[in-house]
């Protein structure tokens, strides 16, 4: 776990800083919007301009509609003129898509995640890849900054703990990741609303996807290895957005008898985004990076221009 001390220079700027501009990665999952949110709404509490946005497309899961979202501003209407620019959940420039430019014109930029990916930005840094979830980052340098944790706060950063860490239960999840629960919902978190929200709530269209995906799933009892494929097709069948269906490499992957799953997403047409999953045999971390892409050794992403016959041969070879 990444020290006080280390987390310093992050905190100084934050401090120092009078107008603070959140932004996370493209398509923001629990983690990353948690993340993004929780720091702005912090810095607005706190007496200081906190503002927050991802690059298109510009759409909050509606499983996360209760987060309080009024530190987000569309990518259009980022500041150029920021004290500090901060980076959440991805320390790769490219993550943040068309928001590049408005971060660099800040006058300083930080970065704060928890992948093993290499970063290649930022003025000041704290990254480290034991810690759960880019919230549990978030927390202590709230910490750190003496700054009350209110309940909306506390309510974003509770998101990326529970989502990061399936609900706790992969092997990142750490005692300190529950000490942190503990002090959040002792801050007013609403576990079984957002438990609902996330995990118990869905649109109908989910069904008519989640069987076409789960019809094609391959299983590899040579290699230990589950996949399948979700097309254009099915999302536009069943009336579904992308950013909705999210958790399927969840059902994909739960084969007896297998150690890595793979779901390979089609995002557009020629693009494909990869996610992996991991029992912890098998570093997919290390697989995805194989294609540009990365995260962590129980679950990982990529995004290839490859067929899937291709990328599912690159996978299997490597496996």
């Known amino acids: 776990m990444i020290d006080t001390e280390a987390l310093a220079p992050v905190v100084s700027a934050i401090r120092e800083a009078n107008t603070v501009g959140v932004v996370g990665h493209v398509g923001p999952d629990g983690d990353a919007l948690g993340s993004m949110v929780a720091l702005a709404l912090a810095a607005t509490e706190n007496g200081k301009t906190g503002i927050a946005s991802f690059a298109e497309p510009f759409v909050v899961p509606a499983e996360m509609s209760y987060l309080e979202t009024s530190v987000l501003v569309p990518p259009s209407e980022f500041p150029t003129d920021l004290d500090l620019a901060v980076a959440v959940d991805t320390s790769v420039r490219h993550r943040v898509g068309s928001l590049v430019g408005a971060m660099e014109k800040a006058s300083r930029l930080a970065v704060i995640d928890h992948h093993l990916s290499a970063g290649d930005w930022g003025d000041v840094v704290a990254i480290d890849p034991q810690a759960a979830a880019t919230t549990e980052l978030i927390y202590r340098i ?34 300190q990741t529950h000490e942190i629960a503990a002090d959040l919902l002792a801050c007013g978190v609403e576990p079984d609303v957002i438990g609902q929200k996330l995990f118990e709530e869905a649109p109908f269209g989910y069904y008519a996807v989640a069987g076409a995906v ?82 962590h050794h129980n679950a990982s992403g990529f995004t290839s221009t490859d067929s899937p016959a291709e990328i599912i041969e690159q996978i299997v070879s490597q496996l």
Request: with cysteine.
């Open 142 to 175: 709230l910490r750190e900054l003496d700054w009350t944790i209110t309940k909306p706060v506390a309510t974003a950063l509770y998101t990326g703990l529970v989502t990061d860490t399936g609900r706790f239960q992969y092997s990142s999840t750490s005692p």
């Open 214 to 295: 789960l019809a094609r799933s391959v299983m590899d009892a040579d290699h230990e290895f589950v996949w399948s494929i979700l097309t254009m097709a099915d999302l536009d069948e069943a009336n579904v957005g992308y950013h909705e269906v999210d958790g399927l490499i969840d059902l994909v992957r739960l084969a007896r008898g297998t150690q890595v799953a793979c779901l390979l997403k089609e995002s557009k047409p020629g693009v494909i985004k990869g996610s992996l999953r991991s029992r912890g045999l098998v570093d997919v971390s290390a697989i995805a990076g194989t294609f540009g892409g990365g995260g």
